[in-house]
């Protein structure tokens, strides 16, 4: 059964949580805000499906046929409004967009009420607005990967979109392949504290003297190239913070000290990847691509034979090149190596905010 003894051997997935038949398994949030599972002996019956359902443990003993190399391509969506509100360049809603259209469900992250975020699936378009764009903390996403196999136990098609992790956990749920079941992975170099999160939005309220409404993680509103972190309050107020005078960007980009533990030893780096496509950003400075307009462009990996037929299907709805493999290492370190160890005393950090303002 699962037993955390070291929390870097945790990527908080929550797939031990959906998959025990006992209802056994719950999750406890530490100091740090991060959430790991807790067993209760007295209900657990020892079927070991929760450390069959790990990705940490059984990452390694996975069948993957995905390519050793991708396809790789610089592309963006036709439609510039969709794009600016993208974090890259659109390719995550053109894709969701064909599922919505073959009537199938989409699966990814959501805010929550309170700007926590969970993952969330439906087949209602109206709902690709709120999937749409990164959010920089945690998802807790208890409960999804049971909803997935319920929809695909009953032929429906879905695409679920999430983090490395959380796609190579869905896989181990599962424990087989579905044909009716498309997987987008994000490049990812970390996952931040919803409890930091948590006290920099309250930070801001004091400061603003206003409850937050909205939270654009990643605005392009000076362009691609110099982004903000968007956030509006209910007095109309509106705050743009940028790496250089905003805190949690600075902790989160600079001084990775509010990262899951497992971040800085993640086993999902590398290739093959195990999503079927995997997408980011297309950074590589002075790019001569002719995509680049600095209101973003996506990188996409076709990993496998499934997601290149699904790629097909989109092409005429995209504008897009291909790319050299090297070009996406370079500009995309995350995908070969782990996040770096925190610069400052990460456990001061997380006192400090539990009593003052954030940072």
């Not at 605005?219 to 110099?226: F, I, M, P, S, Y």
Request: some cysteine.
């Amino acid at each position: 059964m699962i037993n955390i003894t070291n929390k870097q051997d945790c990527c908080g997935c929550n797939a031990c949580g959906d998959i025990c038949p006992r209802e056994a398994i719950s999750f406890k949030v530490d100091k740090e805000g991060f959430w790991y599972p807790k067993v209760n002996l007295e209900k657990c019956i020892n079927c070991n499906l929760c450390d069959k359902s790990c990705p940490i443990i059984q990452v390694e003993k996975l069948k993957n046929k995905n390519f050793d190399k991708p396809l790789c391509y610089a592309a963006i969506h036709k439609n510039l409004e969709i794009r600016f509100d993208s974090t890259s360049g659109g390719l995550f809603s053109i894709l969701a967009d064909k599922m919505y259209s073959d009537n199938g469900y989409v699966g990814g992250a959501i805010y929550n009420n309170n700007f926590s975020v969970s993952h969330f699936i439906s087949n209602e378009k109206k709902d690709l607005i709120a999937l749409r764009s990164s959010k920089y903390l945690q998802s807790d996403a208890s409960g999804f990967y049971t909803n997935v196999l319920e929809l695909l136990k009953k032929g429906e098609k879905v695409l679920a979109c999430g983090l490395p992790c959380q796609i190579v956990g869905l896989q181990t749920f599962l424990g087989k392949e579905y044909d009716n079941l498309i997987t987008i992975d994000l490049i990812c170099r970390y996952i931040n504290s919803p409890l930091a999160y948590r006290k920099y939005l309250d930070s801001l309220e004091r400061q603003f003297d206003s409850k937050v409404t909205y939270i654009k993680a990643k605005n392009k509103e000076l362009g691609w190239r110099q982004l903000t972190h968007k956030v509006v309050f209910s007095n109309d107020q509106t705050y743009y913070g940028t790496i250089r005078t905003d805190k949690f960007m600075k902790a989160s980009m600079m001084l990775n000290c509010i990262s899951r533990p497992a971040c800085y030893a993640c086993k999902f780096k590398g290739f093959p990847r195990y999503a079927d496509i995997s997408l980011g950003d297309y950074w590589i400075d002075q790019s001569k691509s002719s995509l680049d307009d600095d209101t973003g462009t996506s990188v996409v990996l076709i990993n496998s034979t499934k997601g290149n037929e699904y790629f097909q299907t989109i092409i005429k709805k995209i504008k897009f090149e291909p790319v050299s493999f090297e070009s996406v290492l370079a500009g995309n370190p995350a995908l070969t190596h782990p996040l770096p160890l925190s610069s400052v005393n990460r456990d001061l950090f997380f006192e400090r905010i539990q009593q003052e303002d954030f940072g």
